[in-house]
């Protein structure tokens, strides 16, 4: 596969790519770099290092589900 880079260097990849890495709207890419090339790899939370941040949050507060988080629509028009 071929991705054309515009004049202000982004890309787009074909959906079959972001599908098969299980990229998501949101989601962020890792590059990393080798002495053949770069590859590709998207970037997960590692939800065991969020764990002992629980005991800092005040008792009322309630669960975030990031799952459902991840699934609901967004004005594409916000950008990182």
């Given at each position: 596969m071929v991705v054309k880079v515009t004049s202000k260097r982004q890309v787009t990849f074909p959906a079959k790519v972001l599908d098969a890495l299980g990229v998501r709207p949101g989601?962020?890419?890792?590059l990393?770099?080798?002495?053949?090339?770069?590859?590709?790899?998207?970037r997960r939370i590692d939800m065991?290092?969020?764990?002992?941040?629980?005991s800092r949050l005040p008792p009322e507060c309630e669960p975030f589900d990031l799952e459902s988080f991840r699934r609901q629509t967004y004005d594409r028009t916000l950008r990182d």
């Open positions: 989601d962020q890419i890792e990393i770099e080798r002495s053949d090339g770069f590859v590709l790899r998207p065991t290092r969020l764990a002992p941040l629980r």
